[in-house]
């Protein structure tokens, strides 16, 4: 860009891929050169499982209805009252909560709650924590909110939360946690034990403050679990949480732009908190969040996905590559296998798996550099395919 013309901050945001993407279109590239069946993509988080028919009919449904205006109309900036409401009893139903209309603001997606959660909260000198391994957009969410972005190390044991370390990261200054459960990349859902924890740490150094500290629930795939997994409603183990929710992936509609911020009476200063996420919202130009998305949901809030897709490719991964000798924790949840990389460098592996055309995405932009993340949102039969190309990895790095 020309002298002082275009902020560099934000040409580089633009100019710069991230890695996933450049791993997913030289892909892309190489589907060309050597044909479809011969690129196994690992690189991309899309969701495979089509979206449910009854999403589709109701959309399809509304639009038959004929009252355009309405259907494409602006929606109040908080959202369509029947669609919060529908979200409400849904959360009340599962969780037992006491959520209404007013503590939920719908927006476009997880991604938008997130920043404008970060922006309503975002003061003087603030702190925010991400442990890792994490979505390697949330370090520029909390950048471009103007707080310090404060990583707390992967403990890639179990991937749950090294408290040691993170109990040295909280200052004066913190003003929230992010987390992520089910987690993108590593699959793992925070134990009840772990979400206790961190609450009562958490409550303790509010106290100990004077301020609350907040925890933001990005949580894109909370209903994406298996073999039973349970994941707890955040607000419910502590009040001070702010729920990012998205349907783009419980729905598989990503595209489409719909989730919601959610913040309980028991939060404190909740109205007011919700009110500034709302100004965030605002000042990002946010008007409202798509009405027509907002409209299905009034009437599909309580579909569930079926994940049978997900959880096959993920088993299937798993056992093979445990049989091949890589080291992963067994996701629990989300669409993702996130792999010790043989011999220790994942950039290293990623090079050479993607001289094979495998395509994966190393972990270095999650915060863990020692791993490399696949994602399960593939068809199965590429699984079976590639699954030589994983084993002669291995070979070749115990050769
Ligand atoms: N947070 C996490 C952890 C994600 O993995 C994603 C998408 O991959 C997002 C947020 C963004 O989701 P959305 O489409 O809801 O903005």
């Known amino acids: 860009g020309g002298d002082n013309m275009i902020s560099e901050k934000m040409y580089v945001l633009g100019s710069k891929q991230s890695c996933i993407r450049e791993i997913f279109e030289?892909?892309?590239?190489?589907?060309q050169q050597v044909g479809e069946e011969n690129v196994f993509d690992y690189s991309l988080g899309n969701p495979s499982i089509p979206t449910h028919k009854q999403v589709d009919n109701t959309i399809t449904g509304l639009i038959q209805e004929g009252n355009s205006l309405m259907l494409h109309g602006y929606t109040p900036a908080g959202g369509d009252k029947r669609a919060r409401e529908a979200i409400a009893e849904d959360l009340n139903e599962r969780y037992g909560m006491n959520i209404s209309s007013n503590n939920l603001l719908l927006t476009c997606g997880a991604a938008a709650a997130v920043i404008a959660s970060l922006k309503a909260i975002a003061v003087k000198d603030s702190e925010v924590i991400v442990i890792a391994p994490y979505f390697p957009e949330s370090p520029m969410y909390a950048e471009s909110s103007g707080m310090k972005l404060v990583t707390v190390p992967a403990d890639t044991e179990a991937f749950q939360i090294r408290f040691d370390e993170l109990e040295k990261r909280i200052t004066p200054h913190t003003q929230a946690v992010i987390v992520n459960s089910p987690?993108?990349?590593?699959?793992?859902?925070?134990?009840?034990?772990?979400?206790?924890?961190?609450?009562?740490?958490?409550?303790?150094?509010?106290?100990?403050?004077?301020?609350?500290?907040?925890?933001?629930?990005?949580?894109?795939?909370?209903?994406?679990?298996?073999?039973?997994?349970?994941?707890?409603?955040?607000?419910?183990?502590?009040?001070?949480?702010?729920?990012?929710?998205?349907?783009s992936k419980s729905m598989s509609l990503p595209g489409e732009r719909i989730g919601y911020a959610c913040v309980t009476d028991e939060a404190e200063d909740s109205h007011e908190l919700l009110l500034a996420i709302s100004g965030a919202s605002r000042s990002m130009g946010h008007v409202c969040a798509p009405s027509t998305m907002q409209q299905m949901?009034?009437?599909?809030?309580?579909?569930?996905?079926?994940?049978?897709?997900?959880?096959?490719?993920?088993?299937?991964?798993?056992?093979?590559?445990?049989?091949?000798?890589?080291k992963c924790v067994k996701p629990k949840g989300a669409f993702y296998l996130f792999v010790e990389a043989p011999g220790g460098d994942a950039k290293e592996f990623a090079a050479r798996a993607m001289r094979k055309d495998l395509l994966v995405v190393p972990g270095n932009e999650f915060g863990c550099p020692g791993h490399f993340r696949l994602s399960t949102c593939v068809s199965h039969d590429m699984i079976?395919?590639?699954?030589?190309?994983?084993?002669?990895?291995?070979?070749?790095?115990?050769?």
């Open 297 to 326: 949901l009034a009437h599909c809030v309580k579909l569930r996905p079926d994940v049978e897709a997900y959880d096959r490719n993920r088993r299937t991964l798993y056992d093979a590559l445990a049989e091949y000798g890589y």
């Open 26 to 31: 030289f892909g892309l590239k190489r589907k």
């Open 183 to 247: 987690n993108n990349p590593s699959g793992a859902v925070y134990g009840r034990e772990t979400l206790c924890r961190l609450g009562r740490l958490l409550e303790q150094r509010s106290a100990e403050y004077g301020h609350p500290i907040y925890i933001i629930a990005d949580e894109p795939y909370r209903e994406l679990v298996y073999d039973g997994a349970e994941v707890a409603f955040i607000p419910k183990l502590y009040a001070n949480t702010i729920v990012c929710y998205s349907y």
């Open 384 to 399: 079976k395919r590639s699954l030589p190309i994983f084993r002669e990895l291995a070979e070749e790095t115990q050769a």
